[in-house]
Structure formats: structure tokens, C-alpha cells
């Protein structure tokens, strides 16, 4: 092996040592979760929607007649429960991250917005956001959801539509540190639009914080999407989400646990590494919070 | 003092309206909100003679002006498949909601806050990496999903305590815990944060200068002062844990206004989902504007800063 070869080796272990453990199983959690969900379609072993009513309700590990292996078991109308709970991450992350996507690109944009004009803008945007931080969420997204009836892209908007204030929030505080900073100044007075300034020149340096927003409501998402399925107002059957999985395994719990037990580990870890992983990005990029 | 109560009374008057016209205009979203407080398979003949009854033929300002006269009077509509006022049916199970969130605030507060003392006095050791763990459990494990856990283990494998309804005051163990969970985290770090910023006063290493003992000065001193942030956490809490109501009496058909809402939206009814929504945020802007009020009689610098 050549020096340069052990130097560069050296430094990427370096590097890597200096993460934190907690953060290396957290992140090795989440790689496994995406590329779990990612590859759903090729590597569960039955199709999640398939019935097969004579293997109702078997536990783990048990073995069909025509050789078919029921790894994690089987539901109460005999699908296979690992191939349901694969599919139903790829629901999990889909819908967290475009509800994300939906939420930032609103909040930000009014944030940024209320921060650059002021005036009637201010106003109406942070009353708003003080008005909907008011309700809490969860009633919000039920009864929106309730009226405009269950659907995966309904739930993206709903969840996309009353999660934005946050952002707006901390996008208004940072704009406002960021917009009185000389190198604004010179792109104002070189005549730049002010959706040129502030997504060229504003957006990228406040996106530390809007970054540190996003990881914490990413984890939220997935749990909103889940209860809300659970409650039988989010994704509907018979397409897998971990949720409605849970609603159903709550009423077989005292004859298959399996049914909760899977879906829910996995949305717990999922939901658990987001949040290790939130806490520490809030650590990185917040010096004040470091010092606690 | 009584300039700052005012502004924020002024506050919360806006943020109450601004929730009603929310839901206002989320009830129309569906186009015909007539749909909506018909049952199921109504003839159109009864659809049409409801609309013209209840006004949605009208202009929406018009609607809308009407809605929030009829809120004043307390007239909150007739639940069209019980056809009693949907007020009377949400009242019913207040207080079923009341006792489980007074549950889950105990468990909250008697758990989270001896746990957040424990961080913050051994902070850096075992103890406190240990509990960190126990609080980011509670914070990441949705509610469903503990409350599921509960129900397997007390309920079903140790037959120890009842799984589901609301018989007797063993059946409120395990839904409060489930509902708790999530405020114990809370407490646990707000306690810990703001034990930690106290124990860097000076007043802290005066204290060990003459002599005082670690433990006698964080209970005799330190949470005197970090009380008043755990404090109006506490009030803020109460909204949370009565939205986090809909889905814990859900799992374990806990007979409050949260389980009532899930129902109500099953069997298209949607005033009596209109005023559990109405209720809880009411009840979410008043109780952080006693936290507010509270925080600023505790501490002057509030209300003079502004």
C-alpha cells in the first residue's frame, strides 16, 4: 500500500472517529431504513396487498405450503407482514419528505417575504403564523383531513399546508440578521430583483437554521402521517402505511402481536435516529446551545 | 403589569377569532359544506332543504358573519345525526378528557421533573447518559405505539391492569402513561436546562464556598429558581395533552371528547368535530396566555422588556 494511500485512509478514519457513536448506529439506522424502502418493490418477498386467507394470523417465521416463508408472519387477512412493513417505509418517507418539501417552500417563502418588504406583509404573515401556531397541529391536520377526505397527495398537502410557520418563523428572524449585512447592500444597489436577492444571496445563508427545522419536523411528519393512518385518516387500505399496519394489529393484540410489534419498531427507530440526528446538527450548527 | 396583561389578553382575543375563521374556511374547503352535515345516503330533496335552513346558499361573507354571531351566543348547531345540540354531546365526554389529561399531567410532572433534577446534578456521568435514553424514548415512541406496548404487556401477557374503556380508576393507569409519555420528556429536559443555568450562578459557587452541601444547595436555592420556566411549561402542556387526547382515547376506547371526535368524523358529523377543534384551541390560547401572565408576574424582566 502506498503512503498516500495509508494518509488518506488514516484521515477518513479519523474523520469518522470523531462522529459520535450515537451518531454513526443512528445514521447506519437510517441508510439501512431508505435503502429498505428504496428496494421494497425487488426485495420483499410477496406482493403486501396479497391475500391468502388460509395463513391468517401466523406468527413469525412460519412456512407456507408452497415454500413461501412468512418471515415476520402474516396479517389478519394472510399478507405477508415484512413485505407490508417494507412498503410501508417507502409511504413513511415519502410522504415526511415531500410534506417537508411543501411546508419549507411556503414557510420560507413568506418568512424571507414578511422580512424583506415589512410593512403590510409583516403584518399579515407573522399574525398568521402566531394564529396557526395556536391551533395544535394534530386537530388542524384531523379536520382538514376530515373534510377534504383521506388520499396520499391530500395528506401531503394537509401536512405540507399546516406545518409551515415554523419555518416562516426562524426564516423572518434570520432574514432580518442576514438582509442588514453590507454584501445585501451591494447586491441591492447593483440593481439585483429581490427574489434574486433573497434566493441567490439571503436563502443560502440562513439555511443552517432552516436546516436544523427541517430535520426536527421530518421526524414529526412521519409520526403525523402515521397517526393519522392509524386513526383511518391518512393512506388507505389496502396500501401499507406503518399506521393503519398498527390500527389493525391493535385489535388482534392479544392473539398476534406481531402485527404491532414490527411496524412499530420500525417507526420508532426510525423516528428515534431523525431526532438523535436532529439534536446533534442543532449542537454542530448553534454554538450557544454547544455550550450547555 | 396591567399594560402587558392587556396586550396579551388583546393577543389571544385575535388568535381565538383567527382559529375560528380557520375552521371557517376549512369546513368549506369540500365546496358544499352541506355534504358534510348530511348522513350518509340523504335524498337530494333533504340536501337541498338543509342548504337553504342552514344558509349555504347564501353569500360566504354573509355565512361568515352569521358564524360568528351564532358563536357568541354559544349556538354551536345540532348534530345532525343525534339531532341534539352538538355543545350537550361534546360536554358529556369533557370530563372523561379532563381526568385522563389530569393523569398523564401527573405522571408527566412526577416523573419528568425528578428525572430533568437527576440529569442536571449528575450531568456528564452514567446516570444522566441513562436517562437520556428513558427521555428520548418517551419523545420518539408515538403514542399508538406505547400505548399498544402497554396494552401487550400490563393488559394481555400480565393481566395486570384493563386494556380498554373507562371503568374504574385502574383503567386510567395505562392511558396515562401512554399520553404522559411525551410531556415527561418535556419536563425532564426543561428541568434539566434550566437547573443546569442556574447551578452557573454565582450565587451557586458562593454557596459551595461556605461550605453547603451539592444536594442542599440544588434543593434548598437552585429549584426555587428554575421552578419558574417548568412552571409555565406546565400550562402550555395542558393543550398538547388534550390534542394528544384524540389519538390515546382512540387505542384505548377511552369514552372523551378526542375518541368522540374520531367517531364523529366516522359518522359525518361534522359540527360536533367543529366544536371539539373550537374547544381544545380555546382552551390551547388560554392556557398559554396564563403561562404568559404567569411568567411575567414571576419574573419583572418580561413585562418591563416590553
Aim: charged share 15%; hydrophobic share 55%.
Amino acid at each position: 500500500m502506498s503512503l498516500q494511500a495509508t494518509t488518506s485512509l488514516r484521515r477518513t478514519r479519523r474523520r469518522v472517529g470523531r462522529l459520535p457513536v450515537a451518531i454513526v448506529i443512528v445514521g447506519l439506522i437510517l441508510i439501512m431504513i431508505v435503502t429498505a424502502a428504496v428496494l421494497a418493490p425487488w426485495i420483499a418477498p410477496a406482493d403486501p396487498t396479497r391475500q391468502v386467507l388460509l395463513m391468517r394470523l401466523k406468527p413469525p417465521g412460519t412456512i407456507a405450503a408452497g415454500g413461501q416463508v412468512y418471515l415476520l408472519g402474516s396479517d389478519e387477512l394472510g399478507r405477508d407482514l415484512l413485505s407490508r412493513v417494507l412498503f410501508g417505509a417507502q409511504v413513511s418517507l415519502l410522504v415526511a419528505t415531500l410534506s417537508v418539501l411543501v411546508s419549507t417552500l411556503v414557510g420560507v417563502t413568506l418568512g424571507m417575504m414578511a422580512a424583506w418588504f415589512r410593512g403590510w406583509i409583516e403584518v399579515i404573515v407573522m399574525r398568521l403564523v402566531d394564529i396557526m401556531l395556536s391551533i395544535p397541529a394534530v386537530l388542524l391536520a384531523v379536520l382538514t383531513v376530515a373534510v377534504l377526505g383521506p388520499g396520499f397527495f391530500k395528506l401531503i398537502l394537509v401536512l405540507g399546508l399546516t406545518r409551515w410557520p415554523r419555518y416562516t418563523r426562524v426564516a423572518f428572524g434570520q432574514t432580518l440578521q442576514v438582509a442588514t449585512l453590507p454584501y445585501v447592500k451591494a447586491a441591492e444597489l447593483a440593481g439585483a430583483s429581490a427574489a434574486r436577492i433573497l434566493f441567490r444571496h439571503i436563502l443560502p445563508n440562513i439555511s443552517g437554521p432552516l436546516l436544523i427545522v427541517a430535520t426536527a419536523e421530518f421526524g414529526l411528519m412521519i409520526l403525523f402521517e402515521a397517526g393519522l393512518s392509524f386513526l383511518g385518516l391518512g393512506i388507505q387500505p389496502p396500501a401499507p402505511s406503518w399506521g393503519s399496519i398498527m390500527s389493525v394489529g391493535r385489535q388482534y393484540v392479544e392473539r398476534a402481536w406481531w402485527i404491532v410489534a414490527f411496524p412499530g419498531g420500525c417507526l420508532f427507530l426510525l423516528v428515534l435516529s431523525v431526532n438523535v440526528l436532529g439534536d446533534w446538527l442543532r449542537d454542530r450548527l448553534d454554538p450557544q446551545a454547544r455550550v450547555r | 403589569m396591567l399594560r402587558y396583561v392587556a396586550g396579551r389578553l388583546l393577543q389571544a382575543i385575535i388568535a381565538v377569532f383567527g382559529v375560528l375563521t380557520i375552521v371557517f374556511v376549512v369546513m368549506r374547503f369540500s365546496g358544499d359544506p352541506t355534504l358534510l352535515l348530511v348522513p350518509e345516503g340523504a335524498s337530494q330533496e333533504y340536501i337541498d332543504a338543509l342548504r337553504t335552513e342552514l344558509g349555504f346558499d347564501r353569500p360566504v361573507i354573509t355565512q361568515y358573519i352569521d358564524y360568528l354571531r351564532s358563536l357568541s351566543h354559544l349556538d354551536l348547531g345540532v348534530s345532525v345525526v343525534q339531532r341534539i345540540p352538538a355543545l350537550d354531546i361534546v360536554a358529556a365526554r369533557i370530563p372523561y378528557t379532563v381526568l385522563l389529561a389530569a393523569g398523564a399531567l401527573t405522571i408527566a410532572v412526577g416523573v419528568g421533573i425528578p428525572i430533568g433534577i437527576a440529569m442536571a446534578m449528575w450531568r456528564g456521568g452514567w446516570l444522566e447518559r441513562l436517562l437520556s435514553a428513558v427521555v428520548l424514548t418517551g419523545q420518539s415512541a408515538p403514542t399508538f405505539l406505547s400505548g399498544i406496548l402497554l396494552i401487550l404487556v400490563f393488559g394481555v401477557m400480565l393481566g395486570w391492569l384493563p386494556t380498554s374503556g373507562a371503568g374504574d380508576l385502574k383503567a386510567l393507569v395505562l392511558p396515562s402513561i401512554a399520553l404522559g409519555a411525551l410531556s415527561m420528556a418535556t419536563f425532564a429536559r426543561m428541568a434539566r436546562t434550566a437547573i443546569v443555568d442556574e447551578l452557573g450562578k454565582d450565587y451557586v459557587r458562593a454557596g459551595r464556598a461556605r461550605g453547603l452541601s451539592p444536594a442542599g444547595i440544588v434543593f434548598r436555592h437552585v429549584l426555587r429558581n428554575a421552578a419558574i420556566p417548568v412552571v409555565t411549561i406546565a400550562a402550555l402542556e395542558i393543550g398538547n395533552l388534550l390534542a394528544g387526547a384524540v389519538i390515546v382515547e382512540t387505542v384505548f376506547a377511552w369514552p372523551g371528547i378526542g375518541q368522540l371526535a374520531i367517531q364523529s368524523i366516522q359518522s359525518r358529523d361534522f359540527l360536533v368535530v367543529q366544536v371539539i377543534v373550537l374547544l381544545i384551541s380555546i382552551v390551547y390560547v388560554g392556557t398559554s396566555l396564563l403561562a404568559d401572565v404567569a411568567y411575567a408576574l414571576i419574573d419583572p424582566r418580561i413585562r418591563l422588556a416590553r
